[in-house]
Each structure stands twice: as C-alpha cells, then as structure tokens.
C-alpha cells in the first residue's frame, strides 16, 4: 500500500504552497479510519488537524506535502510527477521529501484497527514547510495551544536515514541565520588606489576573522556551529573600475550553545574592528531545538532494533524542519524518515524496499507504544 500512495501522492503536483488535492487525498483515507478532520487556512496555505481522540496519551504525526520546484524537467530521467516505477525506485519530486514517509506512515496506520489504540492518534499535515513557513505548521500549533491541546509524542517522518533505514534518527536541529551585508567603498580608476576605496579589499581581513572564528564547540548530539558563504558580487564589470560597494550573503546553522544574538554581536564585532563601513541585516528563520530522550524516543529505538536488528544513532544534524514549531507544546520530538541522499536534486527517487521497511518500522512503533500505554 505504501507505494501506491507514494505514487499518488507525488502524481499530484503540489509545489508550495499548493496542496494540489494532497490534503484532500490524506483527509479521505483518515475519514474512513474514524478521524475527525479539520482543515484550517491561513493566507494561501492549507494544513491538515486530524485525530482519533481516545483517553490516554497524545501521538501527532507531522509531515508536509508541498515540495520544492523540480528545476529543468528535461534533465529528469522521468516526469518529476509521473511517480515513475523503474522496479527498484519510485522516481519523482517529493518522493523522500516528504510524501514517501507519510505514505509509510498511512500505511502503517492501515494494518491496525485505530479503535484498538491506547492512545490518541493525531495528524499535522502542511503544505507551507518548503516556503516560508509563516502560515504552515506554526500557526497549527498556535492555533493548538489556544485550544489547550496536549501533545505528549510527535513523530515526524523526514529524511533522516544516512544508508538503510533507521540508522538515524533526530531529536533535535540545529537553528539558521541568514545574513546579508552590504560592504560600502568608493568607486573610482585602478589607477589611482588614493582617491578609492575599494570594498573588496575592505571584506578581505573581515572574512579571515568570519572564516577562522570557532563559534562553539557543539554538544553530545549538536555539531559545532558552522558557517557558509552562499553568495559575493561586486564591481562593473571592467579590470579598471573599483567597484562602490560589496554585496555578500551567508548562513550559519547553530547549536543551542549559541544564541544568534551572540552570532549577530560577534559578526558586527569584526566589522567594527577592521572598520569596514557596512549596512547588514539578520534573518533568524529558525532557532534550535532539542528534545530530550525518554520513553517515546526508546519506543522508536526498539522498533528500529526489531524491524532492522542494529541500534539507530541519535541525531541533531542536517537542516531545519518544522520540529522547531511543534517543540514549543513541550512534547517529546523523534524525526525517522527515508534516506536524503536525492531530495531537493533532479531525478529524485526512494527505493520500495526502503519504503517498504519504513512502513514496518512504523507500524511496530504503533505496537510498542500500545504496549507502553496499556494501563
């Protein structure tokens, strides 16, 4: 079942923030197992609330169904949206991001009777994660928290698998600042270096301190903060001509050992000591989150144990997901999804076996925590 609905899934082109019939698709499927859908709107994005409310404890299942444009569809070995079966792979945009694990997912639900659960089964399905992520899954759980709804366990099916399935999995990620600066000089002729001022030469020292700075050392489960330059221009275009200013773009993805006060203080720290004349700004599109492992976290870990027979690693790694939103409920976060190897890139595609394995992954955790919570 599992990559039949992959296959429709991706079939449906839905690049963001357009759902594309996605949310209708999963709302008819969850209807028909008893779940109480809600469709709530805000601006041009529609997201998926679903449960399947019972006494006890809470599980929510977060996903997207909106993927990033395909690029040159003439590269791709097959339509991005034909969910191509080759035999090995089911090939298309969104295939590992992130309509094969909701898929899993689905179909993991179906091998049970939900009535039979001892917890509440819910679901949180945008279609604003590839975009801004102004009107997706954080204002779901605005919305949720003003309802004073509980969430106690959120699973997220992601890509996080490195090279077989559940080798991996994430309890957390790494925050993300964007940074453009504007470097100001003094256009004028090569020849004369006096009467210029040539803000390529201003960016220079200012770029060995950004390159060589260690912002932190990382944690037990967080890398170090890294930096990456993404983008310089400058100039007119002539060999004689200084340019007049300097436009540079970086990101850096950070641990919780830092905050991006601290980053925005040191970066214009450095400006300040090679004075450099500048207009910056700062877009802190996601801070950190960690969620500290307990018994929703051993539940995946012995799932993954018995469906594939090794121990997952724990992960904060890779970019930012909509973890970050949920995560202010307090609930506890497990991040398990297929591998990333093709997401993003032409021609990319996830293995049926991978899919087939994520589903009894999937399904097994259901099983565990219905014996964790049988009361």
């Given at each position: 079942?599992?990559?039949?609905?992959?296959?429709?899934?991706?079939?449906?082109?839905s690049?963001?923030?357009?759902?594309?019939?996605?949310?209708?698709?999963?709302?008819?499927?969850l209807?028909?197992?008893?779940?109480?859908?809600?469709?709530?709107?805000?601006?041009?994005?529609?997201?998926?609330?679903?449960?399947?409310?019972?006494?006890?404890?809470?599980l929510?299942?977060?996903?997207?169904?909106?993927?990033?444009?395909?690029?040159?569809?003439?590269q791709?070995?097959?339509?991005p949206?034909?969910?191509?079966?080759?035999?090995?792979?089911?090939?298309?945009?969104?295939?590992g991001d992130?309509?094969?694990?909701?898929?899993?997912?689905?179909?993991?639900?179906?091998?049970i009777?939900?009535?039979?659960?001892?917890?509440?089964?819910?679901?949180?399905?945008?279609?604003d994660?590839?975009?801004?992520?102004?009107?997706?899954?954080?204002?779901v759980?605005?919305?949720?928290?003003?309802?004073?709804?509980?969430?106690?366990?959120?699973?997220?099916g992601?890509?996080?698998?490195?090279?077989?399935?559940?080798?991996?999995i994430?309890?957390?990620?790494?925050?993300?600042?964007?940074?453009?600066?504007?470097?100001?000089?003094?256009?004028g002729?090569?020849?004369?270096?006096?009467?210029?001022?040539?803000?390529?030469?201003?960016?220079?020292?200012?770029?060995?301190?950004?390159l060589?700075?260690?912002?932190?050392?990382g944690?037990?489960?967080?890398?170090p903060?890294?930096l990456?330059?993404?983008?310089?221009?400058?100039g007119v275009g002539?060999?004689?001509?200084?340019?007049?200013?300097?436009?540079?773009?970086?990101?850096?993805?950070?641990s919780?050992?830092i905050?991006?006060?601290?980053?925005?203080?040191?970066?214009?720290?450095?400006l300040?000591?090679?004075?450099v004349?500048?207009?910056?700004?700062?877009?802190?599109?996601?801070?950190?989150?960690?969620?500290?492992?307990?018994?929703?976290?051993?539940?995946v870990?012995?799932?993954?144990?018995?469906?594939?027979?090794?121990n997952?690693?724990?992960?904060?790694?890779?970019?930012?997901?909509?973890?970050?939103?949920?995560?202010?409920?307090?609930?506890?976060?497990?991040?398990?999804?297929?591998?990333?190897e093709?997401?993003?890139?032409i021609?990319?595609r996830?293995?049926?076996?991978?899919?087939?394995?994520?589903?009894?992954?999937?399904?097994?955790?259901?099983?565990?925590?219905?014996?964790?919570?049988?009361?």
């Open positions: 079942m599992e990559i039949q609905i992959t296959q429709d899934l991706v079939r449906k082109e690049i963001t923030p357009n759902d594309a019939g996605c949310l209708q698709y999963i709302e008819d499927f209807a028909e197992r008893g779940f109480k859908n809600e469709i709530l709107t805000y601006g041009r994005v529609k997201n998926l609330w679903s449960i399947n409310r019972k006494s006890g404890p809470l929510v299942f977060l996903g997207h169904v909106d993927v990033v444009p395909t690029g040159p569809v003439d791709w070995d097959h339509d949206f034909s969910g191509h079966d080759d035999g090995t792979y089911i090939n298309g945009r969104g295939t992130m309509k094969g694990g909701i898929a899993c997912f689905m179909s993991a639900l179906s091998r009777n939900p009535d039979d659960l001892n917890f509440s089964l819910g679901f949180i399905i945008t279609s994660e590839e975009g801004p992520s102004r009107d997706g899954t954080v204002k759980v605005e919305e949720l928290l003003k309802r004073e709804e509980v969430i106690d366990y959120c699973l997220i992601e890509p996080s698998t490195i090279e077989t399935v559940g080798d991996n994430r309890i957390g990620r790494r925050g993300s600042i964007n940074i453009e600066l504007e470097v100001l000089g003094k256009q002729h090569a020849a004369y270096p006096a009467r210029v001022d040539n803000p390529i030469h201003r960016v220079v020292p200012f770029l060995d301190k950004l060589a700075e260690v912002w932190d050392e944690n037990e489960h967080f890398p903060t890294s990456q330059l993404t983008n310089i221009s400058a002539a060999h004689n001509v200084t340019p007049n200013n300097l436009n540079l773009k970086f990101n850096l993805r950070f919780p050992q905050t991006g006060q601290e980053i925005q203080t040191r970066i214009e720290k450095f300040g000591e090679e004075n004349k500048y207009n910056i700004s700062f877009d802190l599109n996601a801070e950190p989150f960690y969620s500290n492992p307990k018994l929703f976290t051993d539940v870990q012995k799932s993954i144990q018995k469906v594939q027979g090794f997952t690693a724990l992960s904060c790694s890779g970019g930012t997901s909509d973890g970050r939103f949920i995560a202010k409920t307090g609930c506890e976060i497990v991040e398990l999804g297929p591998k990333f093709t997401i993003h890139k021609n990319e996830i293995e049926k076996g991978e899919l087939e394995r994520l589903t009894d992954i999937y399904h097994q955790i259901l099983l565990n925590l219905n014996e964790e919570t049988n009361i």
